[in-house]
């Protein structure tokens, strides 16, 4: 690929979407460049999933994305499912399993999926240059990229450089850049599907429950999740806090209920009769963790056995613990968010081929563009399915 006739796609971003869509593009039969400047390639799916990558989730619909087009990834999601990526997976031998929720994780490590699409890569002839950045793109009848390793003439470019978070792994904002460059707009970025930090009184407050899990239902904005969350000498983590991390905007507060599975009223109405000395923070304890009930009821007005909880007690009780009004100070940012909410406006790029709608021959796919999948495999599975659908057309 180092004489003058231009490739026909060179994709820039060798993560997820990137990959997907050099081999797909490649198995079409046409010749690929696939851009890299990290070392490696895949460098977020290696990390992901705590080291075994939960590369896609059973059950994938829109509404498990964030859009300011709500119907935008509709197409491509259909076009790509999560069995089209299992079938690759299985294809390859690697064993996988259902950890909850539809999650689908690697038995044993991320950089099997790396493998395999390095392999897919190579079987579909896509030449892969890494350590490579691109330093200016020009569109006459083609694409012209100068990059460190040479100029290269491409028929499509694709942009698969995914979002802000964790600039350590090689995140740049080249790809919004670029779709400004071309004449897109973007929906505002920010860190989602990361942790939130706490006022300094409320971190003082909650620091000795640092450790601590419990299941929840946690909403914000008209959306609830049940997961559990996780209280960090910081402030507030665990998947409960990262999916409503998305719906979050900054000053508003979040309502935790701790005990999602019962009403508490319910709770002391049974254990009245049967238990009437028994203490209020005993029934609490069978449900939630201790030093959190010790530390809310502990010496409190509520410090009481059952049979002498009033009906007020029992409606404050409630409110405390159903409705945990809570107003994080932040959150930790794209140091630590596990995606980038908002990007290339969808209203600018085709829904079934990625490409965008002001130049002919330039596609946008993965995390750079306004789609951002809840936390469970989401993100990998429109990763791969906008990779999938550019690949189909570049
Ligand atoms: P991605 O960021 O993967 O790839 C972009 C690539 O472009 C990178 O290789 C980057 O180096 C390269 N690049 C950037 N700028 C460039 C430039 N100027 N020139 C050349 N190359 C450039 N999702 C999920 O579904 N399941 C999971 O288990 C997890 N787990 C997880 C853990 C952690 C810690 C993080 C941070 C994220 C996740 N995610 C996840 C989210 C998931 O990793 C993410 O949504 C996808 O990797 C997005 O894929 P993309 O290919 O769009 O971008």
């Not at 990390?47 to 829109?62: E, K, P, Y």
């Not at 999650?103 to 950089?111: E, G, K, M, T, V």
Request: charged share 20%; aromatic share 8%; proline share 4%.
């Amino acid at each position: 690929m180092t004489d003058d006739a231009p490739i026909d796609v060179v994709v820039i971003g060798a993560g997820a979407a990137g990959l997907m869509c050099a081999i797909t593009a490649g198995e079409r039969g046409r010749s690929v460049l696939l851009i890299e400047h990290s070392a490696k390639v895949g460098n977020k799916i290696l990390i992901s999933g705590g080291g075994r990558c939960n590369f896609t989730n059973l059950d994938v619909g829109a509404s498990n994305y964030q859009s300011e087009n709500p119907h935008f990834a509709k197409s491509a999601l259909s076009r790509f499912t999560p069995q089209d990526f299992i079938d690759r997976v299985e294809r390859k031998g690697i064993a996988y399993h259902e950890k909850t929720l539809g999650q689908l994780f690697c038995d044993d490590r991320a950089h099997q999926i790396v493998n395999l699409l390095l392999d897919d890569a190579r079987d579909a002839g896509v030449e892969i240059w890494t350590k490579c950045s691109v330093t200016h793109i020009e569109k006459s009848d083609h694409f012209t990229l100068s990059t460190e390793l040479g100029e290269v003439q491409a028929h499509s470019l694709v942009i698969a450089t995914g979002g802000l978070s964790i600039p350590q792994m090689g995140s740049t904002s080249f790809g919004y850049d670029v779709a400004k460059q071309f004449g897109h707009t973007l929906t505002p970025c920010a860190p989602a599907l990361a942790p939130f930090t706490l006022t300094p009184t409320d971190r003082e407050t909650y620091t000795t429950l640092s450790g601590i899990s419990t299941p929840v239902a946690v909403s914000c904005n008209g959306q609830t999740f049940r997961e559990a969350l996780l209280f960090t000498h910081r402030g507030l983590s665990g998947p409960a806090m990262l999916q409503i991390n998305s719906y979050w905007r900054p000053g508003q507060s979040i309502e935790i209920d701790l005990l999602p599975e019962h009403t508490l009223s319910t709770l002391i109405a049974e254990w009245k009769p049967e238990q009437p000395k028994a203490q209020i923070r005993t029934l609490l304890s069978h449900h939630l963790p201790k030093r959190l009930v010790r530390l809310w009821i502990e010496n409190s007005e509520y410090d009481k056995a059952i049979n002498q909880v009033t009906p007020s007690d029992i409606e404050a009780l409630s409110a405390l613990f159903h409705h945990w009004i809570l107003k994080p100070a932040g959150d930790e940012g794209y140091a630590k968010a596990e995606v980038t909410r908002g990007g290339v406006n969808t209203n600018e790029l085709s829904s079934k081929t990625l490409e965008s709608n002001t130049t002919a021959g330039l596609y946008f796919v993965g995390e750079v563009v306004d789609v951002t999948g809840w936390l469970g495999g989401f993100n990998f599975q429109w990763a791969w399915a906008s990779g999938y659908c550019a690949g189909q057309y570049a």
